[in-house]
């Protein structure tokens, strides 16, 4: 009897424990916090990018600290604010690079529709800080390595970053606070195991310090994987999508390059992607650290540690579904202006 009584204390015991391990792995985990480093334009790729990032914050899985340009077009800062408007959530700080940047615009001209079409509080790259000042106040103010820097953009703004000196927001170097509140750096760039692509070359000194230098890990989407993920008319052809500044960007550029009949390649969805869901189950990762090269070219060495890069896993059509399933998310109120 006492063998028995035994064996099912033992039984439940067991049980417990599995329910409790069950209960700690389905555990929801809390929102990834995101500071978003972006060129938008002059591709639109960003557009789609931001949206993700929307989604999943309306889904409690990221939470969007800032949406920093690393380009200093005339309406950046205006579409920033478009967008955040849209999402619902026009008060999330915007930063533009004020020294040396670059400025190239889109040449689809989607920009000025968006801002001649929706609400904006923000009406120049002069009425928002300077990109690195919002990035120290914010990071600041974060718990330690805590914060995931997502770049889709030139690396202008981390450079200048790493360079920083200590002022009202923190007594650490540049340095020294991304090390301390930085949990990784996410960044569209590169292309790999070697190659030569748009947002590493175009700042070329800019990347090669920040890739030397900063102090976390480093996970690379590189070009190749973007350029197999075609999306976006999914979400051009649904009719119950109106009033969408990020539907007007697709309609209106998809059209203007033959090459994108079939959607536009997926550069900076990826990225997010990853930064908030994790690599798995769609990519693996390659082990190593990027070089650069003087020309802004890059390559890849093996035997060293502290970066990786994105590798296909699953089909690529996989992965084309989530981010055209995600560019479809719509907030519940869509401001327009009269």
């Given at each position: 009897m006492h063998l028995i009584n035994l064996k099912l204390t033992g039984l439940f015991g067991l049980l417990l424990l599995a329910v409790a391990g069950y209960s700690q792995s389905t555990a929801k985990q809390p929102p990834v916090p995101v500071i978003f480093d972006t060129d938008m334009g002059p591709d639109y790729d960003d557009v789609g990018a931001i949206t993700l990032l929307n989604a999943y914050a309306s889904q409690g899985k990221a939470s969007m600290l800032a949406t920093i340009a690393s380009s200093k077009y005339d309406r950046v800062a205006q579409v920033l604010s478009v967008l955040n408007t849209y999402f619902g959530q026009p008060d999330i700080p915007i930063g533009v690079p004020k020294g040396e940047a670059v400025a190239d615009g889109d040449w689809q001209h989607w920009s000025d529709t968006l801002v001649a079409r929706y609400p904006h509080a923000v009406q120049s790259n002069a009425a928002v800080p300077d990109a690195v000042e919002v990035y120290r106040k914010v990071l600041a103010a974060q718990p330690d390595r805590s914060v995931t820097v997502i770049t889709v953009g030139f690396l202008t703004n981390l450079a200048k970053l790493l360079d920083s000196t200590p002022d009202q927001y923190s007594k650490l170097s540049g340095k020294q606070l991304v090390a301390k509140k930085v949990k990784q750096l996410v960044s569209m760039a590169g292309a790999f195991p070697s190659g030569s692509e748009f947002n590493v070359y175009k700042d070329g000194v800019a990347s090669k310090k920040t890739f030397d230098q900063w102090p976390t890990p480093?996970?690379?989407?590189?070009?190749?994987?973007?350029?197999?993920?075609?999306?976006?008319?999914?979400?051009?052809?649904?009719?119950?999508?109106?009033?969408?500044?990020?539907?007007?960007?697709?309609?209106?550029?998809?059209?203007?390059?033959?090459?994108?009949?079939?959607?536009?390649?997926?550069?900076?969805?990826?990225?997010?992607?990853?930064?908030?869901?994790?690599?798995?189950?769609?990519?693996?990762?390659?082990?190593?650290?990027?070089?650069?090269?003087?020309?802004?070219?890059?390559?890849?060495?093996?035997?060293?540690?502290?970066?990786?890069?994105?590798?296909?896993?699953?089909?690529?059509?996989?992965?084309?579904?989530?981010?055209n399933q995600l560019m479809m998310f719509q907030p519940k109120q869509k401001p327009v202006k009269n």
């Open positions: 480093i996970v690379f989407s590189g070009f190749e994987i973007g350029e197999k993920i075609k999306t976006g008319i999914p979400l051009i052809q649904n009719e119950n999508i109106r009033n969408s500044p990020v539907k007007d960007v697709y309609a209106i550029s998809i059209p203007q390059s033959p090459e994108d009949k079939n959607g536009r390649m997926s550069w900076d969805q990826t990225a997010v992607l990853v930064a908030v869901e994790g690599t798995k189950p769609y990519y693996d990762l390659k082990t190593g650290k990027i070089t650069i090269n003087k020309d802004g070219s890059n390559g890849w060495d093996a035997t060293q540690k502290g970066h990786t890069y994105l590798v296909k896993k699953v089909p690529v059509e996989e992965v084309t579904q989530r981010i």
